[in-house]
């Protein structure tokens, strides 16, 4: 199965992504862990996406798009894949659309988790991320068992630096702007999927799994 999980920064993409990956045995593909990855290892590719990252914008599509298209084409994706946090764009979506006509597939399903802004606001500042592996939890609704440690490395956990509230609003703002549109555009082609992202996380997951059929 070929998934795009679609929302606002918070939604809760990256929590549903991870488990639809492990229930659907494919490979969960994160732009954002991406970058952030090569942040840590000091890349040229690092060193460009940090200065929007930071900002709270987005980094070019040029940047992105030739870099997810090799990814998806790699031997583990030939079952499916779940893109988490891409495309968050309309070029992107189309150069999407493009690198998957050349591997003869399509999408099945985009996977839109609702969360209206107020509630993003508050749930952004409870998470926590792994500077070891980048596993994310929240300080409230999916904490870890020992405060500030990471249950599966032991690596300590700290609030992104995009994730402080002035940042937050911005990313906000360009999701409205740039990446909200992509919900026509996945409607248009018959295979949006709206969840209501506000539900507790085990719920939003049984309805993506409801709707999706798998
Ligand atoms: P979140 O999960 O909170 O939405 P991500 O980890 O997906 O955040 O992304 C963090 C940042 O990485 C974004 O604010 C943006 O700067 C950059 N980024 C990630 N994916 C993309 C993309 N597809 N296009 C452009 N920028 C991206
Ligand atoms: P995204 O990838 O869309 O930016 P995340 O999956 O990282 O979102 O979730 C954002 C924060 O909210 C994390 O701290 C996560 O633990 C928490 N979270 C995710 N889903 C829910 C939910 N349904 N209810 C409450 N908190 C949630
Ligand atoms: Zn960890």
Same mark, same amino acid.
């Given at each position: 199965m070929r998934l795009i /999980? =679609?929302?606002?920064?918070?939604?809760?993409?990256? %929590? $549903?992504a991870k488990r639809a990956a492990a229930h659907?045995?494919?490979p969960?593909?994160? %732009?954002?862990?991406? !970058?952030?990855?090569?942040?840590? #290892? +000091? %890349? #040229? =590719?690092g060193r460009k996406a940090k200065e929007y990252m930071d900002a709270g914008a987005l980094v070019p599509d040029e940047l992105v798009c030739d870099l997810v298209a090799d990814r998806i084409s790699k031997e583990d994706c030939a079952k499916g894949f779940i893109l988490d946090g891409f495309p968050r764009t309309i070029p992107q979506a189309e150069a999407l659309d493009r690198a998957l006509e050349n591997l003869g597939t399509s999408i099945d399903y985009a996977v839109d988790i609702d969360v209206p802004d107020e509630a993003i606001i508050s749930r952004m500042g409870g998470r926590r991320a792994c500077v070891g592996c980048g596993a994310t939890?929240?300080?409230? !609704?999916?904490?870890?068992? $020992? #405060?500030?440690?990471? *249950? &599966?490395?032991?690596? *300590? =956990?700290?609030?992104?630096?995009?994730d402080k509230p002035e940042t937050v609003k911005t990313r906000l703002g360009v999701y409205h702007e740039q990446t909200q549109p992509l919900i026509d555009f996945y409607s248009?082609?018959?295979? =949006?999927? &709206?969840?209501?992202? &506000?539900? +507790? /996380? *085990?719920?939003v997951f049984a309805e993506i799994v409801s709707k999706i059929g798998a």
């Open positions: /999980m =679609l929302g606002a920064p918070g939604a809760g993409k990256g %929590t $549903q659907l045995g494919v969960h593909i994160s %732009t954002g862990d991406i !970058f952030r990855a090569n942040i840590k #290892e +000091g %890349t #040229e =590719l939890y929240h300080i409230k !609704f999916n904490p870890p068992k $020992q #405060e500030g440690v990471c *249950d &599966t490395c032991g690596k *300590d =956990l700290i609030l992104r630096d995009d248009a082609k018959g295979v =949006l999927v &709206t969840v209501d992202g &506000t539900q +507790g /996380m *085990d719920d």
